[in-house]
């Protein structure tokens, strides 16, 4: 089953699209689809309050045998957060956005958790900013980018379950008015550099690579020195 979860940047955009729902079934080995996108969400309330809700609905339609694939792209509210109007970070965003991962990694009915990227941010010219004035603001808009920036930089594989989509250049490009949102040609990029991790070689259904064809055909039992082998076969009779 592949669970596809996360904020308003990709809400609506998998949805009702059968096309790439085949398209996802084939590369990733799905038999389901399910998405959750929530508007306004934070990565850790959807880790925290909406997946154990979906975990246990799927646990439960399918008799407890479950695999689930989990593609998350949300972050991106989490990081506002983290920057005020007075431009101070909150230093603990890395270790509570990695907290969050773990408990989708953590989960015994889980295969792989694909992580999204975060995206880079405009200036706001349209009815947000009258709500989030910083969104209008150049410099929280520049200080926003270069932790955006660092954060995409510094991902890395901390658990075997992870697997990250990496940035995708342009992107900056497909941005809407409202600083935010990708427009649709947008979301159709970002949201395609998913297979380009789907067409990376993967190891085994386990991650654990096959033996060498070398090795497996030398016997583990062959004498290492076969003078003293046939020595010691001889005081047997």
Known sequence: IGLFMGDSILHGFLDDNLPLHAKL??????????????????LSFIAHSVF??????????????????????????????SISDSL??????????????????GHPFVRRVYLFPLTPRKLCHGKLCQRFPK???NSWISLAN???????KTNFQFHSKLKLVQPLVGIHQHISN???HLTDMGKHFFFNSLFLVGEQKML???????????????SPLQSIDQHIASKEGAMRY
């Open 146 to 152: 270069s932790f955006i920036s660092k954060v995409n």
């Open 204 to 218: 085994s259904q386990d991650d654990f690579p096959p033996l060498k064809t070398p090795f497996l055909k030398k």
């Open 135 to 137: 969104y209008a603001n």
């Open 178 to 180: 409202d600083g935010i």
């Open 25 to 42: 079934k084939e590369n990733f080995d799905l038999s389901i689809i399910k998405t959750n996108y929530i508007k306004g969400g934070t």
């Open 88 to 105: 101070e970070f909150d230093e603990s965003f890395i270790c509570k956005r990695n907290k969050a991962l773990k408990a989708l990694l």
């Open 52 to 81: 154990p809700r979906l975990i246990a609905e799927i646990i439960g339609e399918n008799d407890n045998d479950a695999c689930v694939d989990i593609f998350i792209s949300a972050g991106a509210v989490d990081l506002s957060d």
